[in-house]
């Protein structure tokens, strides 16, 4: 039940990883039932044990405007009482059996889980299935869990100066998307939360038709989707399926600089996002090259910067480069740095500048390429190894419009990108009017 911030990153690099590596696909089963309501089985017959993950295909971007945080107040609520069940009941069935459950919120979905014992599977469901449509709404529910969200809040970015600017960075970049709203909410809008805001969300987007229910462990699909049918096969929707009306950004043409110094910052940080489409929002191609791109600059251990900047120069103690790209609408590719020992920040500022100048003007190689690919493949080749894995990442695709045959066909695509392709898409979006670039810095006696 805690906000995942990093979620996004780990699920890009995830979803990339799993694609490259050569080891057998998932066996995936996939079945809607009748109310709309999807069921993936990803059978996993290593160890006796199952992942249940339900995932909703709303998140932090469709709060409406004003009550920024309801997606993620529902993290809370959906622990508390329902019409069949005490407040605990659900978790403490899942503590009893030694099993395991979390929840997690981001700005396209909200997804709960547990990891129990295949015999659990049928209860976990129909524990799953109440909650959907049978949660209680009340002050006394709602006003005590507003103050943990508050609390929760304060000690995860009021005490935190890199949160702090991370979210003012966020609202600058995404101007008039939904994605410039912090997913926990402003504070000043989570106070207002209320009963009437609660129930109208909860009836809008808590509903088969918007649900992902995901299975990998040691299981057969014809059970898993029989249990299925029985549980939330069950449930009738009270509304129709629902459009996203999000607002959209134009086209960014003026680079922006946002500062922040602060007395609890004791060593000094810079970064920089340039705007860049994501894997739903990317013309054919464009992110594989983009994430290997981002491989290139700045995202392992034989990249540029870490070659040039860390190692070489040392004038960072950590530096790199990252790409946003799992998210159902533009990500970004990020740049950071922090310096190391006596160096200034506006030397190591000025040295990744220029490893972005010459990638933009001289391109990058045959050789570059090849190793960014066997560098991914290395990192995380062993994804498939983790059950809660598997299920995260085809939830999180399947949640943000993607399907179960990106995953077969991804591998080609990714071995098809060429030289042009990444220096391409470097001389693109790798501009500075697309940029929003920021300083933490501490604060000046």
Same mark, same amino acid.
């Given at each position: 039940m805690r906000l995942i911030a990093s979620l996004l990153?780990?699920?890009?690099?995830?979803? #990339?990883?799993?694609?490259?590596?050569?080891?057998?696909?998932?066996?995936?089963?996939?079945? #809607?039932?009748?109310?709309?309501?999807?069921?993936?089985?990803?059978? &996993?017959?290593? !160890?006796?044990?199952?992942?249940?993950?339900?995932?909703?295909?709303?998140?932090?971007?469709?709060?409406?405007?004003?009550?920024?945080?309801? !997606?993620?107040?529902?993290?809370?609520m959906m622990f508390k009482e329902t019409s069949n069940h005490k407040k605990g009941e659900f978790s403490g069935a899942v503590a009893e059996i030694g099993g395991q459950e979390n929840a997690f919120t981001s700005s396209d979905y909200t997804a709960y889980y547990q990891k129990v014992a295949p015999s659990a599977l049928?209860?976990?469901?129909?524990?799953?299935? &109440?909650?959907?449509?049978?949660?209680?709404? /009340?002050? *006394? @529910?709602i006003l005590p869990e507003r103050e943990v969200i508050l609390e929760e809040r304060s000690s995860r970015v009021d005490t935190s100066p890199a949160a702090i600017?991370?979210?003012?960075?966020?609202?600058?970049?995404?101007?008039?998307?939904?994605?410039?709203?912090?997913?926990i909410g402003w504070e000043n809008e989570i106070r207002k939360l209320d009963r009437e805001a609660l129930t109208a969300f909860y009836d809008k987007?808590?509903?088969?038709?918007?649900?992902?229910?995901?299975? !990998?462990? &040691?299981? *057969?699909?014809?059970?898993?989707?029989?249990?299925?049918?029985? #549980?939330?096969?069950?449930?009738?929707?009270?509304?129709?399926?629902?459009?996203?009306?999000?607002?959209?950004?134009?086209?960014?043409?003026?680079?922006? /600089?946002?500062s922040y110094s602060d007395p609890r910052v004791t060593t000094p940080s810079w970064q920089r996002r340039f705007h860049a489409p994501s894997y739903m929002t990317a013309e054919q191609g464009e992110a594989e090259a983009l994430d290997l791109l981002a491989s290139i600059l700045g995202g392992s251990v034989t990249s540029r910067i870490h070659k040039n900047i860390i190692l070489e120069n040392k004038l960072a103690v950590s530096a790199g480069a990252y790409y946003r790209g799992t998210s159902r609408a533009d990500g970004f590719i990020g740049i950071y740095g922090s310096p190391r020992g006596d160096t200034e920040l506006e030397t190591l500022v000025a040295a990744l500048d220029r490893e972005v100048e010459r990638l933009v003007s001289d391109g990058v190689s045959q050789e570059e390429l090849d190793r960014a690919r066997q560098a991914f493949i290395r990192s995380i080749i062993y994804s498939q190894d983790s059950q809660v894995a598997l299920a995260r990442i085809f939830g999180s695709v399947l949640s943000i419009g993607g399907t179960v045959e990106d995953?077969? @066909?991804?591998?080609?695509?990714?071995?098809?990108?060429?030289?042009?392709?990444?220096?391409?898409?470097?001389?693109?979006?790798?501009?500075?009017?697309?940029?929003?670039t920021s300083y933490l810095l501490p604060e000046q006696g």
């Amino acid at each position: 039940m805690r906000l995942i911030a990093s979620l996004l990153i780990f699920l890009g690099m995830t979803f #990339t990883a799993l694609a490259q590596t050569d080891a057998p696909e998932p066996d995936i089963s996939s079945k #809607t039932l009748d109310n709309g309501l999807r069921v993936v089985v990803i059978p &996993d017959r290593r !160890a006796p044990v199952v992942t249940h993950m339900i995932w909703y295909k709303v998140g932090g971007a469709d709060d409406p405007v004003g009550k920024s945080g309801i !997606a993620h107040f529902f993290e809370h609520m959906m622990f508390k009482e329902t019409s069949n069940h005490k407040k605990g009941e659900f978790s403490g069935a899942v503590a009893e059996i030694g099993g395991q459950e979390n929840a997690f919120t981001s700005s396209d979905y909200t997804a709960y889980y547990q990891k129990v014992a295949p015999s659990a599977l049928p209860t976990m469901m129909r524990f799953e299935a &109440d909650r959907m449509r049978n949660l209680v709404l /009340t002050d *006394e @529910q709602i006003l005590p869990e507003r103050e943990v969200i508050l609390e929760e809040r304060s000690s995860r970015v009021d005490t935190s100066p890199a949160a702090i600017l991370s979210e003012f960075v966020s609202a600058a970049q995404y101007v008039n998307h939904p994605y410039g709203r912090p997913v926990i909410g402003w504070e000043n809008e989570i106070r207002k939360l209320d009963r009437e805001a609660l129930t109208a969300f909860y009836d809008k987007w808590y509903q088969p038709w918007n649900a992902i229910v995901v299975v !990998a462990g &040691d299981v *057969e699909p014809d059970a898993v989707f029989e249990m299925a049918a029985n #549980t939330y096969g069950k449930i009738v929707a009270s509304t129709e399926p629902s459009e996203r009306n999000w607002t959209s950004d134009p086209e960014p043409v003026v680079a922006k /600089t946002l500062s922040y110094s602060d007395p609890r910052v004791t060593t000094p940080s810079w970064q920089r996002r340039f705007h860049a489409p994501s894997y739903m929002t990317a013309e054919q191609g464009e992110a594989e090259a983009l994430d290997l791109l981002a491989s290139i600059l700045g995202g392992s251990v034989t990249s540029r910067i870490h070659k040039n900047i860390i190692l070489e120069n040392k004038l960072a103690v950590s530096a790199g480069a990252y790409y946003r790209g799992t998210s159902r609408a533009d990500g970004f590719i990020g740049i950071y740095g922090s310096p190391r020992g006596d160096t200034e920040l506006e030397t190591l500022v000025a040295a990744l500048d220029r490893e972005v100048e010459r990638l933009v003007s001289d391109g990058v190689s045959q050789e570059e390429l090849d190793r960014a690919r066997q560098a991914f493949i290395r990192s995380i080749i062993y994804s498939q190894d983790s059950q809660v894995a598997l299920a995260r990442i085809f939830g999180s695709v399947l949640s943000i419009g993607g399907t179960v045959e990106d995953f077969t @066909q991804w591998p080609e695509r990714l071995r098809s990108v060429t030289v042009e392709d990444v220096n391409e898409v470097a001389r693109k979006y790798l501009k500075e009017n697309r940029s929003v670039t920021s300083y933490l810095l501490p604060e000046q006696g």
